[in-house]
């Protein structure tokens, strides 16, 4: 009990990101920012996986023709707003805005998601980052800067460490990780069921602090 108080005092859980933050990437010739994802985004998170799927299958789990539905949105949706609510995550949207037509001049679409997952508070103060870019937005240093600003509303939100994992050929995500101030501490075999098939990881993780 004296230890479970003194975790407490040492660490104060702070909160997590309000769910109206939005924060601005700085990628030229794009609009681009990170915002917390909202019940009304069934559709618009439906279409950025549709357009993706094809982009995305090498890299995450198996995804059968449900999974591209709004009705599995909604649930998946409800599901993250729930463990955002107890902060056990952190849903995070990639959004662009961009020039629509004259009955809609501006619009916004979502082009990426990126989750600290498994947040754990007491002594751990640690969560698991995972994330994807939209096919036609990649190696513009979107997921570098986004990465950047996750692992910052992290450690404002009293977190201390973020881990992250890739598949061996994942050359692009661990270039990510690394210029993100991430380290490689591990290599887990037949970690998680990527495309399918349980395959090795690299184990990546940031500490947040410097201090102890
Ligand atoms: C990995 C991913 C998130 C990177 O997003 P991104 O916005 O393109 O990342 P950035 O532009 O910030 O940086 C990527 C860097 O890796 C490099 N890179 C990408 N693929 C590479 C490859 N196969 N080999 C070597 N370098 C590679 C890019 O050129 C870029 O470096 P540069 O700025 O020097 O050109 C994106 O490609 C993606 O969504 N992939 C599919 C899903 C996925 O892999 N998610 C991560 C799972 S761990």
Redesign the pocket.
């Known amino acids: 009990m004296q230890g479970a108080l003194l975790d407490v005092v040492d660490h104060p859980i702070r909160l997590l990101p309000r769910i109206d933050r939005v924060i601005p990437l700085d990628i030229p010739e794009r609009s681009i920012f990170l915002r917390l994802l909202r019940e009304t985004d069934a559709v618009a998170l439906t279409d950025a996986y549709v357009r993706?799927r094809e982009?995305?299958a090498?890299?995450?789990p198996a995804r059968t023709d449900d999974f591209f539905t709004v009705e599995a949105a909604q649930a998946r949706i409800q599901t993250s707003i729930e463990q955002y609510s107890t902060r056990a995550a952190v849903p995070w949207l990639l959004i662009e805005r961009c020039t629509g037509d004259e009955h809609e001049p501006e619009r916004e679409r979502i082009v990426?998601t990126m989750t600290v997952n498994r947040i754990t508070w007491g002594p751990f103060l640690s969560g698991s980052l995972?994330?994807?870019?939209?096919?036609e937005?990649?190696?513009?240093?979107?997921?570098?800067?986004?990465?950047g600003h996750v692992c910052e509303a992290a450690r404002a939100s009293g977190l201390h460490r973020i881990d992250?994992?890739?598949?061996l050929?994942?050359?692009?995500?661990q270039?990510?990780l690394r210029?993100s101030g991430f380290e490689q501490f591990g290599l887990a075999p037949r970690y998680l069921s990527i495309a399918g098939r349980w395959q090795d990881h690299l184990l990546f993780q940031r500490i947040l602090h410097d201090e102890d």
């Open positions: 993706n982009h995305l090498r890299w995450e990426g995972g994330y994807w870019v939209d096919r937005l990649t190696g513009r240093g979107v997921a570098t800067a986004a990465v992250a994992s890739t598949l050929d994942n050359v692009g995500s270039t990510v210029r």
